[in-house]
Antibody, heavy 119, light 109 residues
Framework: EVQLVESGGDVVQPGGSLRLSCAAS????????MTWVRQAPGKELEWISY????????SYADSVKGRFTISRDNAKNSLYLQMNSLRVDDMAVYYC????????????WGQGTTVTVSS | EIVLTQSPGTLSLSPGERATLSCRAS???????LAWYQQKPGQPPRLLIY???TRATGIPDRFSGSGSGTDFTLTITRLEPEDFGVYYC??????????FGPGTKVDIK
């Protein structure tokens, strides 16, 4: 079964850091590009970061550029998001998603992990 | 920057009715990279349509996508009670790299 499982969400103070993980199974992880998408409470989906299969291409939304770092370990079938200088407006459910081959749609999603930023 | 606009914001329909959801891009885009997702409360999004018109694996044939250029449509023929939720259109290849529309909420009467 193709599956993505996020972890690492927590309550953190403004200015703090957090590292999210996404464990992949059931497919050839290194073949696929991966993304992180977040959703603030009651809000729409927001794409925040993308990484190609061999980490040769990385991209960020302007809202997180310079604060967040995406990475992956293909040997461990894992995707990561290092989040620094967290702000109240970073509070959201964070999803990892697989990017489908050829069409760049997000064809597999995890259940999400919740990041709360509060003092 | 390409902006996606979805209409209507909310659609209230009865089971068996037809739903027509619109997604408009602020400039012409490649239909190859236009997708639609369904999201129910407390769940992650689910891919419905990619390449503007191709149903994803396991998606019933009452869902169909069409369009090109700046105007795209998701049609749900014969609404089922389980079709309630928010529907998002999505585009790859612009700046930012991926863009989501604001969503259309489908309420089942």
């Amino acid at each position: 079964e193709v599956q993505l499982v996020e972890s690492g969400g927590d309550v953190v103070q403004p200015g703090g850091s957090l590292r999210l993980s996404c464990a992949a199974s059931g497919f050839s992880f290194s073949t696929y590009s991966m993304t992180w998408v977040r959703q603030a409470p009651g809000k729409e989906l927001e794409w925040i970061s993308y990484i190609r299969g061999r980490s040769t291409d990385i991209s960020y939304a302007d809202s997180v550029k310079g604060r967040f770092t995406i990475s992956r370990d293909n040997a461990k079938n894992s995707l990561y998001l290092q989040m620094n200088s967290l702000r109240v407006d970073d509070m959201a459910v964070y999803y990892c998603a697989r990017v489908g081959l050829g069409y760049y749609s997000m064809d597999v999603w995890g259940q999400g992990t919740t990041v709360t930023v509060s003092s | 920057e390409i902006v996606l606009t979805q209409s209507p914001g909310t659609l209230s329909l009865s089971p068996g009715e037809r739903a027509t959801l619109s997604c408009r891009a602020s400039q012409s885009v490649s239909s190859s990279y236009l997708a639609w997702y369904q999201q129910k409360p407390g769940q992650p999004p689910r891919l419905l349509i990619y390449g503007a018109s191709t149903r994803a694996t396991g998606i019933p044939d009452r869902f169909s996508g069409s369009g090109s250029g700046t105007d795209f449509t998701l049609t749900i023929t014969r609404l089922e009670p389980e079709d309630f939720g928010v529907y998002y259109c999505h585009l790859y290849g612009s700046s930012p790299l991926f863009t989501f529309g604001p969503g259309t909420k489908v309420d089942i009467k």
